[in-house]
C-alpha cells in the first residue's frame, strides 16, 4: 500500500513539471490585448542590403548595372564585364559595395570602360570592399579623383589596362593588391592614406599620391616607374621599395620617410625634394647616382646605405646626415653639398672617396675606411674636426685621410693612420691644428701658405711605463695646437 502511495505521488509530480514546461513553451496563455505581431525578423530584416541584379541596380547604356541611390549594396555572384560598359557604375554618394569576394571580370575588346567606376563628380562617402576586379579595359577600381572620404578595403586588382585603384581626396585604401595593370597600382589625391597594400609589377608607377598622404605597411615591386612617387608634405612608413625600373621612393618637398627599404631599384633608393626628412632607412644595389639623394635642406638620419652603384648618400646642399652608414657604394659614401653637415657617421669600403663635403660644410665625430680614394675631402670654408680616418686609398698610391682641396678650412683633432697620406691641403689659406697622424705613408703635405700648430715626431719615442694616478707629459710641448706623428 505504502509503494502505491509512493507511486501516485512521483506520477502527479511529473504532470506538474511536464505541465509547466509545456506552458513555458506554449507562452502566454493570456496574451495582452490587441492584434497578434509576428515575433520573427523578416528576410529584408536579416540581410537589409541591396543585392546588385538588374531589378535593383538596372544598368544602362554604359553600365551593367547602376547604383542611383545611397545604401549598401552587394554581389551575389561573379560578373562577367560587356564590350562598351562599365561592370559596376556608382551616381550616388553614401554607397557601399561589398564584392562580398566574388569577381568582376572584364573581356578583350571592351573598350575603355571600368570594373567599378564613379561617373559622377564630387561624390562623398563611397566604400568598395572585398573582392576582385581584373581583366577591365580601363582601371579595375575608379572612385573618380574629386570624389571626397571615400574608401577601397580588401580589393585584387589585376591585369586592368588602366590603373588598378583609383582613389579620391581623403581616401583611404587599405588591405589591398594591385598587380599587372597597364598603368599605375594604386592613385590617390590629396590627404588619402594607403596602407598595408601591395602594387606588383604594373606599366607605371606602383604609388603615386597627391599632397598630404601617408603611405604606410606597403610594398612595391616590379613596377615599371617609381615605386612610391609623392606629391607635397607625405609621409611614407615602413614600407618596402624592390626592383623598380625607375626611382624605389620619390618624396615631394617636404616629405618624410621612415623605416624604409629600397633595394634593388633601377634609379635611386629613396630620391627627396628640398626640405625632406628620411630616417632609419636602408638603400641597398640600387642603380641610380645615389643609394638615397636629398635636394635642399635633407636631413638623413639612421640610415644606410650599401653596395649602391653611385654614391651611398648625397645631398646638393644646405642638408644634415647624422647617425647614417655607407658602405660599398660604386662612389663617394657620402657627398654632401655646399652648407651640409656630416655628423657621426661612418664612410667604408667605398669605391671613390669616403666622405666628399662642399662649400662651407662641416664633417665631425665621423670615420673614414678603407675607402678606395680618400678618407673625407674637404672643399672650400669648411670645418673637418674630431674624425678617424684609417687605411683610405685602396684604388690609389696617394689616398689621403684627410685631404683639403681649396682654402679657409679648419682641420682640427682628427686621427688619421694607415693611409698613403696622413693630412693633405692643396692650396693655402687653411687652418690645421691639434691632430694626429701614424703609419701613414707620409704623415703630412702643405703646400706653403697655410697655417698649422707646430708638428712633433713621436714615432719610436714612447714614454715610461706608467701604473697609477698621474704622471709627466712626454710629449714635449704644452702647445694645445701641436699636430702629433707617433
Known amino acids: 500500500m505504502e509503494r502505491a502511495d509512493r507511486r501516485f505521488g512521483l506520477f502527479v509530480c511529473a504532470v506538474v513539471v511536464v505541465g509547466a514546461g509545456l506552458a513555458a513553451i506554449a507562452g502566454d496563455l493570456t496574451p495582452p490585448a490587441g492584434p497578434v505581431a509576428p515575433t520573427m525578423k523578416t528576410l529584408d530584416e536579416v540581410e537589409a542590403r541591396i543585392p546588385i541584379n538588374s531589378v535593383n541596380t538596372p544598368g544602362d547604356a554604359d553600365s551593367l548595372y547602376k547604383i542611383a541611390a545611397p545604401g549598401s549594396y552587394y554581389l551575389t555572384g561573379n560578373v562577367t564585364g560587356v564590350a562598351g560598359k562599365h561592370g559596376v557604375e556608382i551616381v550616388s554618394s553614401g554607397v557601399t559595395l561589398d564584392l562580398n569576394g566574388f569577381d568582376l571580370v572584364g573581356i578583350p575588346g571592351m573598350g575603355a570602360f571600368d570594373g567599378v567606376s564613379v561617373t559622377v563628380d564630387s561624390l562623398r562617402g563611397i566604400t568598395v570592399r572585398d573582392g576582385s576586379v581584373r581583366n577591365w579595359g580601363d582601371g579595375g577600381v575608379d572612385l573618380g579623383f574629386l570624389s571626397r572620404g571615400c574608401r577601397v578595403e580588401g580589393v585584387l586588382a589585376s591585369g586592368n589596362a588602366g590603373t588598378g585603384i583609383v582613389a579620391s581626396i581623403?581616401?583611404?585604401?587599405?588591405?589591398?593588391?594591385?598587380?599587372?595593370?597597364?598603368?599605375?597600382?594604386?592613385?590617390?589625391?590629396?590627404?588619402?592614406?594607403?596602407?598595408h597594400c601591395s602594387v606588383e609589377s604594373n606599366t607605371g608607377t606602383g604609388i603615386e599620391v597627391n599632397h598630404g598622404c601617408t603611405i604606410s605597411n606597403c610594398s612595391a615591386y616590379f613596377n615599371t616607374g617609381q615605386g612610391v612617387l609623392t606629391g607635397l608634405a607625405c609621409t611614407?612608413?615602413?614600407?618596402?621599395?624592390?626592383?623598380?625600373?625607375?626611382?624605389?621612393l620619390q618624396l615631394g618637398e617636404g616629405g618624410t620617410a621612415t623605416r624604409c627599404t629600397a633595394n634593388l631599384n633601377s634609379g635611386i633608393g629613396v630620391s627627396s625634394a628640398n626640405a625632406c626628412t628620411i630616417s632609419e632607412c636602408t638603400a641597398t644595389f640600387n642603380g641610380g647616382s645615389a643609394g638615397v639623394v636629398g635636394a635642399s635642406g635633407v636631413t638623413v638620419t639612421n640610415c644606410v646605405a650599401r653596395s649602391n652603384s653611385g654614391h651611398g648618400i648625397e645631398l646638393t646642399e644646405g642638408g644634415t646626415i647624422l647617425n647614417s652608414s655607407a658602405a660599398s657604394n660604386g662612389g663617394d659614401g657620402i657627398s654632401a653639398g655646399v652648407g651640409s653637415t656630416v655628423m657621426n657617421s661612418t664612410a667604408l669600403l667605398n669605391s671613390s672617396d669616403g666622405i666628399y663635403i662642399n662649400l662651407g660644410g662641416t664633417v665631425t665625430g665621423c670615420s673614414a675606411k678603407?675607402?678606395?680614394?680618400?678618407?673625407?675631402?674637404a672643399s672650400t670654408a669648411c670645418i673637418v674636426t674630431a674624425n678617424t680616418?684609417?687605411?683610405?686609398?685602396?684604388?690609389?698610391?696617394?689616398?689621403?685621410?684627410?685631404?683639403?682641396?681649396?682654402?679657409?678650412?679648419?682641420?682640427?683633432?682628427?686621427?688619421?693612420?694607415?693611409?698613403?697620406?696622413?693630412i693633405s691641403a692643396d692650396l693655402g689659406g687653411n687652418f690645421i691644428v691639434g691632430n694626429a697622424c701614424s703609419g701613414n705613408g707620409t704623415d703630412w703635405i702643405f703646400v706653403v701658405g697655410n697655417s698649422f700648430g707646430p708638428i712633433l715626431d713621436r714615432r719610436n719615442q714612447g714614454g715610461a711605463a706608467v701604473n697609477g694616478f698621474s704622471a709627466p707629459t712626454n710629449l714635449n710641448t704644452t702647445d694645445p695646437h701641436a699636430n702629433f706623428s707617433y
Open 170 to 195: 581623403s581616401a583611404t585604401v587599405s588591405d589591398c593588391t594591385s598587380s599587372f595593370n597597364g598603368q599605375r597600382g594604386i592613385r590617390a589625391s590629396n590627404g588619402s592614406t594607403i596602407s
Open 370 to 377: 678603407n675607402n678606395g680614394g680618400d678618407g673625407i675631402v
Open 236 to 248: 611614407v612608413i615602413d614600407s618596402s621599395l624592390y626592383q623598380n625600373t625607375s626611382h624605389g
Open 389 to 422: 680616418c684609417t687605411l683610405n686609398g685602396v684604388n690609389s698610391t696617394s689616398g689621403r685621410g684627410i685631404r683639403v682641396l681649396n682654402t679657409d678650412t679648419r682641420v682640427e683633432g682628427n686621427n688619421c693612420t694607415g693611409n698613403d697620406v696622413g
